[in-house]
């Protein structure tokens, strides 16, 4: 199934869902008695409806996680599967539980690859936090012991497990997703014959648990971005360079950011595949370059529906309908979505060499972590377009960057951190290093990619969250807090937003649909 046609959609479980729920239980565990009767669904629905989780593609549901409330004292402790059911296969809700017991997670076998579980398991992480409980606690089946019994008792399995010399489908799942294992529990469930039985207790400690006296009224809001700063380097093939992107989407998804963010034209050395000769033809060598675009963006959102992170794809060149070529920055949201934001500014270098053309539509993206815009290099030295994006509530604005020199690069990053200050927002600046000879337009690149914020108590005293060592290929993390954002707009120490004197000028987009053959909205037809 190709990334470009999921939808994906978290919910909670309706009553009205349950034929297809019962569909999906029968068919991934047919082996220990399949769905749950629709009385015990509804039932734990009615009791803890945030705790039924689902995901679904246009409307199929393709992944489930069910979870009960309870106390953890009790069930941090030896216990059987039992225990949480009471009389006709109902399941015990305790609703002033301290902590959620999760029943099942299960995903559509079709749907096996795109890391569906994970999401799920990142879903119910974000309840717990949100509701203050002590933790996440879970039996877990060990479905491959019986392949290792006559040969490993089970904490021997378990161990194997841990070490990675034996792969269990379930708990090296739940290893992998933060889950310690707290002992080995006894004839849990006796009818998994897998399982002989046994299965183990885990545990994801919330470590920002409060007791209820301390709790804090607001919790910030938390986004993570991580950056590559990438080095420019030969390829022999755009599987290879493929291959190095994945690499970092993964590194950056393993600490769980929200966004990657790759710099400007980061596919550009592409253009080594053809000869020397052959490059020394630069409109043919970029029109060359953009053959792979579509390639690209298949790929990397299929990275980002895979490892759950939003990609800004740096930027890429793309030949429009009209066959003209612009250089296209792409958003892959993580749920299969792709949007586009095209360079407005273009470089005398850019229009003398490869005739690139500047776009047309500046658009602020509403993610899962935040309203976000993008600038590709240039365009943010031009502050009317960030003052635009602000308008708009922009809370991130990502700057993939491709500098050649020091003092270019300062102009960039100047204007950047200029940005973040007069729109009071975070500015995410990305960029490529590294020397390649043997590529025409690419013998030198400079960068320090960074992260600015605006300048005031609640952030750093030099107003830089974070950035890179310069001229060096490196993974850079920033977390930025969304409600520090909101408080400096409101009541920091100027705020530039509030105060403009709009009744002294104004700023506005122009309506360039008249292109295409219609008119300006509002405009005088003597005017247009």
Known sequence: MAPDDLHLNLRNLEPGDYPQLQSLMDRVYHDIGGAWPKPTIDKLIKEFPDGQIVIE?????????????????????????????????MILNEPEGDAMYGLDVLIHPDYRGYRLGRR??????????????????????IPQYHEHAHELSPA??????????????????????????????HKYLPEDEKSQGYATLLEWNNILFEPAERVLENRPTQVRVGAVQWQMREFDSVESVLQQVEYFVDALADYQSDFAIFPELFNAPLMGLQDRAAQQDQMAAIRFLAGFTDQFKTELSRMAVSYNINIIAGSMIEAGEDDRLYNIAYLCHRDGSIERQAKLHITPQERRDWVIEGGDELLVFQTDAGRVGIQICYDVEFPELSRLLADQDMDILFVPFWTDTKNGYLRVRHCAQARAIENECYVVLCGSVGNV?????????????????????????????????????????????????????AEGSVTNLKDRRKDLFDLRWRDWSWKSGGRPSGANPEES
């Open 156 to 185: 021997e399995y378990l161990d194997k497990v841990a070490r990675k010399e034996i792969h269990d489908p379930i708990l090296s799942f739940q290893l992998a997703n933060d889950f310690q294992v707290k002992r080995l529990l």
């Open 120 to 141: 799920l398991y990142e879903a119910r992480k974000e309840l717990c936090r949100s509701m203050n409980l002590r933790a996440i606690l879970a039996g877990g089946r």
């Open 57 to 89: 593609d246009d409307e199929t549901i393709v992944g489930v996680a069910l979870t009960a409330l309870v106390d953890y004292d009790t069930f941090s402790n030896p216990h059987q599967y039992d225990d949480l059911i009471g009389k006709r296969e």
């Open 437 to 489: 000879p043997s590529i025409e337009n690419m013998e030198i690149q400079y960068a320090q990619s960074s992260v600015f914020s605006p300048s005031d108590f609640a952030f750093p005293h030099d107003a830089v969250l974070s950035e890179t060592t310069p001229n060096t290929e490196m993974i850079m993390f920033s977390d930025l807090d969304l409600t520090r954002l909101t408080v400096v707009r």
